[in-house]
């Protein structure tokens, strides 16, 4: 940062022209320029952090987020029907694996399947003897 020949530091040109403006201005008019200006700034700032906050939680939330009127956006707001698929509640991604899921064959109904019940083809042949242990 540089200073002047008393050791003060110097300001950027745009705090010059506002200190220009407002030493220009009668007295009565500063304090309230003052808090307009500050008045501004926090507004700017309250409404960035919202507009943070609600991207956040559309994102945890999985719903899209709301775009303003003017603004473009991101590129998956403009897929229309090539958008893929949103996931249902309790999907997983085996339900989308189409002509590539392995071939479910009619089980006789059980309480409770076990991993044996998925080996298909690979399963032990059963005639009817007890294994050995």
Known sequence: MRTDELGQPQAGIAGKIFDGVVAFLPDW???PLLCL???FFVVRWVLWAKKKIEQRRATRG???VVIAPGSQGSGADHLGAYAP???QPGSSGADFLGAY???Q???PARAEPSGADFLGAYAPQQDGRPEPR
């Open 29 to 31: 008019l500063e304090i």
């Open 101 to 103: 899921a392995p071939q």
């Open 85 to 87: 698929p949103q996931p």
């Open 62 to 64: 999985g719903h899209p």
């Open 37 to 39: 200006v500050l008045l």
């Open 105 to 107: 064959t009619p089980q």
